[in-house]
């Protein structure tokens, strides 16, 4: 089977050497079959046949890559996030509270240091529990933008770093 279609590809190859005019009009699907001879129509039915296949396999292919570019960016996405919300809980745990509860800074001064760390700790939290769910049902579908859009108000608090 592999043979034949090789076959046929180089005759169809050679055919389209042949007959140039007749490639063009099947590319643009301009093929007028009361104007040309059986075997010239027969031609011009493999051509655009082979022209379809080639097309659809090309334009899968090409959906097959941006399927994954995404399924990447958005993976990349998660495990950023992951690693921020984790950097961030350590400052609370291991600095921001002990300084709290020691009382080595007025409560101003914990504020200018630590700023909203915490309302970002929780803002970061919600976005990765969205991307989180999105990711659990993932397809090439899938729609991610909505997640940050809904998220633009609350991290607004970074305008401030």
């Avoid at 050497?17 to 699907?29: G, I, P, T, V």
């Avoid at 027969?42 to 899968?60: L, P």
């Avoid at 993932?138 to 940050?148: H, K, M, R, S, Y």
Wanted: glycine share 2%; net charge neutral; proline share 2%.
């Amino acid at each position: 089977e592999a043979k034949e279609l090789e076959e046929t590809v180089t005759n169809l190859q050679r055919q389209i050497s042949q007959n140039e005019f007749l490639l063009r009009q099947a590319k643009r699907r301009e093929f007028d079959p009361s104007v040309y001879t059986d075997h010239q129509k027969k031609c011009a039915g493999k051509i655009q046949e082979f022209y379809r296949i080639v097309h659809c396999r090309a334009e899968r292919m090409r959906r097959i890559r941006q399927h994954k570019h995404r399924t990447n960016v958005i993976n990349e996405i998660f495990s950023t996030e992951v690693h921020y919300l984790n950097s961030i809980q350590q400052i609370v745990e291991f600095y921001m509270k002990p300084l709290r509860e020691k009382e080595i800074f007025t409560a101003d001064d914990t504020r200018t240091i630590f700023s909203d760390i915490e309302i970002i700790f929780s803002a970061n939290t919600k976005l990765l529990i969205d991307i989180d769910g999105r990711l659990a049902h993932w397809t090439p579908a899938t729609q991610i933008g909505d997640v940050f859009l809904e998220m633009g108000t609350i991290f607004r608090v970074y305008t401030l770093y």
